[in-house]
Every structure is written in structure tokens, then in C-alpha cells.
């Protein structure tokens, strides 16, 4: 796809906009798992639209392979080098960085009406919408005027913070999934498709003591710091020797109604530190693979993936099958392919300890009991909803023949036509609509005997068929696909277990994974015998070089024609001693493919796997 120039206010993305800009030399888009959603774009000063590109304006790009064409607003370009300029914009959503959410608060509301309040009640109008997959109530605030964008994730009481969750960005609409990805079939598996493979252990989160403090903001708009008399609370069980102290302000997990004392501090503080493993440095496992959707050869094969799905790694000479998550894609937007696909966050299943396995248990034994506090979170803020009520306006609609009543309205304002919340009720049902009069109903009780909701909360479920496609667990971690068969259960691991999952990791560090590269220098493809070329080979172990650490006795050099015995004379004579072989007209008759192998010069067997 050719990028698409729009202005700054433009709302309408159906339209050729400003222009196409047709000369670009390159564009990519990098999206991570709710993190950056940003596009680089390179553009010549020659090129039809350059003066047109300006900071604020929008950019339409196709993001991955199976989103539609998303929006990027511009916030940089560069001074112009060699006649080329780079321009930086980041997605249509990073608006709601500059929409003040205004102060209220909730004892209980469920996630889809605090969503649906934060991006209502603003300082300024917007164009956003938002939903969400999530309806357990929970006790949310704005406690004070911050951006919609912080509403959402990345300060304590966020949405990501109370529900966790994966947000998808679709231009003014924003997701909030429970799983944003998918469960695939797609595997990762070294030999086919894996390129590379990283543990990485990093320390930079560790910490060996935690400093609390909150502020106390007075009447009179003074500020007292309140800290704990101790000062500093240890972390137990941390693996850094040099004392590193978390300093974190804990204002924001105290309610308006809460008073900030040093005893209550000291309680958020330490479970804070029971819910967050700081003394100990969190592994991760990435790998980059090559798509093979995008190889001809591979084209029928439907192994189609985006981020956050989940696929799984095999790595056989390693002995290692896992499951991960895709959590950052770089795309191509000119040519419509990934330029990489990053996987992580697989330690739940390689690389857990003890402690997390114990937390692990932990938070399932607190939700064993949970479906009554479920149900009376779900009364309560039915209740909630439904009680002391005196806004609305009712309408009975009636026969215009015979006067005979025939429906009932309940609406949020005075005119039907202007009424957007709207209940209904009569003979074919009762619904509900966010749409005004004519719907779409999409909370419902209909004459036929149907219901239609979003989320149905309820004690028993007595039912002679359930029909669905995945049955899960409250927190995911458990489910059935209808659809496709697939069943995963929730394993719990013993400390044992854990431990030998853990020296297995520690022995795959240590042993060796070979990777031989043959490179020619004058290209792999030759016409009309005119062969002149020189091909080296090189290993890799993991992303090291160390072909000169090896023996030239360790290369054996083999060609493959429709000349059995000829190939078998020229393999005797290239049998080892060489990391490099020249190849002229004399070696090819026709066609011929050439190879070549590592061995271990005692046992002559491969170290290629």
C-alpha cells in the first residue's frame, strides 16, 4: 500500500485525502503489545507532496497484514539530507494524550461504564469511542485531571493497572481485550522457520529495598510528604548484592475517602511488594522467524499470524517446546510484508521459579471461592445502576385506531428523535439500545425466547445445549475452542519441577547450536556456462561467528547433478580441508546444487543436527 497524505482535522479516512504519496522511498509501521504504535516514513525533497507534509497532519498506512489502513499524525520531520527528509507519526490514539478526563469516582462500576464515563466526561470534545471485554465491578476514580491515555494504562488505577488486558488501537475506536490474539496452530520450529532464539535475563527492575511515600494535600493546598518511620522496606529473597531502593509514590492507590497515615502506607506498600516479584530479575525468551505465508513455496499453507497471537517454539536439537506471545511487528507498508516479528514473554513456561509457582497457586486458591463475590459484585452494581434514578423520560406509544397502549419507551431525553439510550418494550420483546429508537437492540429479551447480551452473570447455568465457541476460565488461563478442538488446561508445577525446568534452561545455555551460511560471490545463478565463482562458508554458533575457531577438516564440500558418478569424483576431491571451494564451468555440466557440512573430524559425524 502507497501511504496517504490527510490534514490535521480530517475525520473522513475513505478519501484520497491531500495525495497519494506515491515517491516514497520507505515507510514501516512498529506496533507493540501496548506499547508504541509508531510509523517511519522517508520522502524526497523531489517528490509531488512534499510541501504539503507538515507536524499535526495524518499519514494512512496498513499497519500488519489483517488490520485495515490505520492513521498516524505526524510530529517530526527531519532536516533534509541527500534530498531526503524522514518523518515520524504516531497513531490517531496518542490524541487522547491531549483529552483531559475530568474528577469522579465509584465504589463499584463495572469496566464498560467507567470506560464509557472516562471518555465521556472530558475537559474538550473528541471523536473517540471506546469497549471493552471485561465486566467484573471494581472501585475506579479519576482522582485527579489527568489524559484519557493515562486513564487507560500506565499509572497505578489505570484500566491496565485494575484489569490488566491488551488494547487494540483501530483509529478513534479503542479495544480493550481480555486476549487481543489468538490461540493458533502455528509453529515456531527450528529447520522450518526459526531464524533466531535469545534468553535474556534482565536485572535492570531488580531491587533489594522499597522507599514508599504518599502526599497529603491539605485544604489550604499544602503538601505533606508522608513516609514510613523505618524509612525503607526490605525486599526478601533478592538476588543483587548492591543495594538498589525503588522510590515510589503510592498517592494514587489511596482513595478520596482514605485517610494517608504511615500504618496504611506501610500496608499498600507491602503487598504491593507481595504482588511484584522486585527482588529477582524477570527472564524473557525471543525469537525472530521468518513468514512463510509471504514464500511462494509456502503460500497454501494458512500460518498466518499478529501480534499478540500465540504460537509455539520447538526447537528439537534443544529439546524446547514452548508457547509465546507476539509482542512487537515491524511492517513493510510499501511492499505489505513484516520486516520481523518478535516473540516473548515464554518464561511462564520455561523459566518460572519457585516463587512464582507458589504465587501462582496462591491466586488460584483465592479464586476457588470467588463465583459468590462475582455475583454480588454483579447485584451490586446492577443495583447500583438501577436505584435512585430520576432522570428519563417515558413514553407509552398508542393505537391511533382503537387508543389501545401497544409500547413502552424509556429514553434519555424528552424527543425520540434525540434520544440515544433508549428502552423498549412490547409484544415481540424487551431491548435495550446505545443507538436511539431504531437500534440496533443489543441488550435483549425477545418473544421467541432468546436473550442477547454482552455479558450474562449467573449462579447455576441449567441448559440442555450450550452452544459456543471457546468456554474459559475467569482469567484465561483455561479454556476450550469449540471451533478448532483445542483444549488447554491450567498445569501447576512443584518446586522439583520447577527446579529441573530451570537447570534444563541452564544446560541449553551452555551447549552449542550451529548454523552454517554458504555465501557466493558472484551471485547462485549462471547462464550459457559462463561460471566464475567463489563460495565461503560460515557457522554461527547462536549469532557468534566462529568459523575461524573451526577445522578446515571440518568442511565437506558435496555437489548434487543428474551425474551420479561425477558428483561422487568431485565430492572425493572436496571432501575436507577447506572453508572456501571455487566453482567454474568444470564443475557444472548443465545444473548442479553444492552443499556443504560440518562434522566432528573424530566421530565424521554432522554438528549441523
Not at 516514497?24 to 512534499?50: H, M
Not at 434519555?412 to 434525540?418: E, G, M, R
Request: proline content about 3%; glycine content about 6%; charged content about 20%.
Amino acid at each position: 500500500m502507497i501511504p496517504v497524505l490527510f490534514r490535521a482535522n480530517s475525520t473522513n479516512f475513505d478519501t484520497y485525502g491531500i495525495g497519494v504519496l506515491a515517491e516514497c522511498l520507505s515507510c514501516e509501521v512498529t506496533e507493540e503489545r501496548n506499547g508504541a504504535f509508531e510509523c517511519i516514513l522517508k520522502y524526497p525533497t523531489s517528490g509531488r507532496l512534499y510541501g504539503e507534509l507538515r507536524t499535526e497532519r495524518l499519514i494512512k498506512a496498513k499497519p500488519n497484514d489483517t488490520a485495515k489502513d490505520q492513521m498516524f499524525r505526524i510530529y517530526r520531520i527531519t532536516t533534509p539530507i541527500d534530498g531526503t527528509v524522514t518523518i515520524y507519526a504516531q497513531h490517531l490514539s496518542y490524541d487522547l494524550s491531549n483529552v483531559a478526563a475530568l474528577q469522579w469516582s465509584s465504589e463499584s462500576i463495572s469496566p464498560a461504564l467507567a470506560m464509557e464515563k472516562v471518555f465521556t466526561d472530558t475537559a474538550t470534545p473528541h471523536n473517540f469511542t471506546c469497549r471493552t471485554d471485561y465486566s467484573m465491578p471494581k472501585k475506579f476514580s479519576v482522582s485527579r485531571p489527568q489524559s484519557i491515555r493515562a486513564c487507560l494504562g500506565g499509572v497505578a488505577g489505570s484500566f491496565l493497572d485494575l484489569w490488566g488486558g491488551e488494547y487494540e488501537w483501530d483509529n478513534f475506536q479503542v479495544i480493550h481485550h481480555q486476549a487481543r490474539g489468538n490461540q493458533t496452530g502455528v509453529v515456531i520450529e527450528y529447520g522450518k522457520n526459526l531464524t533466531s532464539m535469545e534468553h535474556d535475563n534482565d536485572s535492570s527492575s531488580v531491587y533489594t529495598e522499597l522507599l514508599p511515600f504518599a502526599v497529603l494535600t491539605a485544604e489550604d493546598g499544602a503538601e505533606l510528604v508522608v513516609t514510613l518511620p523505618e524509612i525503607v522496606l526490605p525486599i526478601i529473597n533478592t538476588t543483587l548484592i548492591q543495594k538498589r531502593t525503588l522510590i515510589k509514590d503510592f498517592t494514587e492507590f489511596f482513595g478520596q475517602e482514605e485517610t494517608i497515615t504511615a500504618d496504611a502506607l506501610r500496608a499498600k506498600a507491602n503487598n504491593y511488594l507481595n504482588n511484584n516479584p522486585l527482588g529477582v530479575a524477570v527472564p524473557t525468551l525471543t525469537v525472530a522467524f521468518e513468514a512463510l505465508w509471504k514464500n511462494p513455496e509456502y503460500s497454501a499453507v494458512l500460518e498466518r499470524v499478529s501480534l499478540c497471537d500465540t504460537v509455539t517454539i520447538r526447537h528439537s536439537l534443544l529439546g524446547i517446546t514452548s508457547k509465546a506471545k507476539i509482542i512487537t511487528t515491524v511492517y513493510d507498508t510499501l511492499a505489505e510484508k513484516y520486516i520481523s516479528l518478535t516473540l516473548g514473554t515464554a518464561k511462564a513456561n520455561l523459566l518460572n521459579d519457585v516463587a512464582s509457582a507458589e504465587a501462582a497457586a496462591e491466586e488460584v486458591s483465592t479464586k476457588i471461592d470467588r463465583f459468590p463475590s462475582l455475583i454480588n459484585s454483579a447485584v451490586k452494581n446492577a443495583t447500583s445502576l438501577i436505584s435512585g434514578q430520576e432522570g428519563g423520560y417515558v413514553v407509552i406509544h398508542t393505537n391511533s385506531n382503537n387508543g389501545q397502549p401497544y409500547e413502552l419507551l424509556i429514553l434519555d431525553k424528552p424527543s425520540i428523535n434525540d434520544a440515544v439510550n433508549v428502552w423498549r418494550w412490547n409484544v415481540g420483546g424487551l431491548g435495550f439500545s446505545k443507538n436511539g429508537y431504531n437500534g440496533p437492540y443489543e441488550t435483549a429479551i425477545t418473544a421467541d425466547g432468546q436473550i442477547v447480551a454482552d455479558f450474562i452473570t449467573s449462579g447455576s447455568l441449567v441448559a440442555n445445549i450450550i452452544k459456543a465457541g471457546v468456554l474459559q476460565s475467569q482469567d484465561g488461563s483455561s479454556y476450550w475452542d469449540l471451533e478448532t478442538g483445542e483444549v488447554v488446561l491450567r498445569a501447576y508445577a512443584t518446586s522439583e519441577e520447577v527446579k529441573e525446568q530451570s537447570d534444563r534452561i541452564t544446560g541449553i545455555e551452555e551447549q552449542k547450536m550451529y548454523r552454517l551460511v554458504i555465501s557466493s560471490t558472484n551471485g547462485n545463478i549462471f547462464k550459457n556456462g559462463n561460471i566464475q565463482t567463489t563460495l565461503y562458508a560460515t557457522v554461527f554458533s547462536w549469532d557468534e561467528n566462529i568459523t575461524d575457531q573451526l577445522d578446515d577438516n571440518q568442511f565437506v564440500w558435496t555437489r548434487v547433478s543428474d551425474d551420479p558418478e561425477a558428483d561422487a569424483l568431485w565430492n572425493a576431491a572436496h571432501f575436507g580441508g577447506s572453508k572456501i571451494v571455487n566453482i567454474t564451468k568444470d564443475d557444472v555440466d548443465v545444473q548442479a546444487t553444492f552443499f556443504c557440512e560440518l562434522i566432528d573430524t573424530t566421530t565424521r559425524m554432522s554438528l549441523l543436527g
